[in-house]
Nanobody, 121 residues
Framework: QVQLVESGGGLVQAGGSLRLACAASGSIFSINAMGWYRQAPGKQRELVATITITDTMYADSVKGRFTISRDNAKNMVYLEMNSLKPEDTAVYYC????????????????WGQGTQVTVSS
């Protein structure tokens, strides 16, 4: 079992910045990929950004404004969000995919509970 806890959401004016953080805990052997997704009211959950050991990927809508980073030693992932727009308003979810080891190795794919980001115009 891997738990993800997000923090850093809040209310900000358009053009402002926020930094989200997500901490993973549990019997983690390795984390292959971590990412951020978001879900606005009445819309499907969508990918915002992902990061692996060697690569990062961003949704077109956030390229140049958002930056994803990770601290492998702490099993954490961050999302720096700049030049925020009202359309960025959503619940932001952290995701992690990797391997846990208890008695045996097994793959995990875990989600956090989400953190609300609201951008006012």
């Amino acid at each position: 079992q891997v738990q993800l806890v997000e923090s850093g959401g809040g209310l900000v004016q358009a053009g402002g910045s926020l930094r989200l953080a997500c901490a993973a805990s549990g019997s983690i052997f390795s984390i292959n990929a971590m990412g951020w997704y978001r879900q606005a009211p009445g819309k499907q959950r969508e990918l915002v950004a992902t990061i692996t050991i060697t690569d990062t990927m961003y949704a077109d809508s956030v390229k140049g404004r958002f930056t994803i980073s990770r601290d492998n030693a702490k099993n954490m992932v961050y999302l720096e969000m700049n030049s925020l727009k009202p359309e960025d308003t959503a619940v932001y979810y952290c995701n992690a995919v990797g391997v846990v080891k208890r008695v045996e190795f097994s793959v995990f794919n875990s989600w956090g509970q989400g953190t609300q980001v609201t951008v006012s115009s």
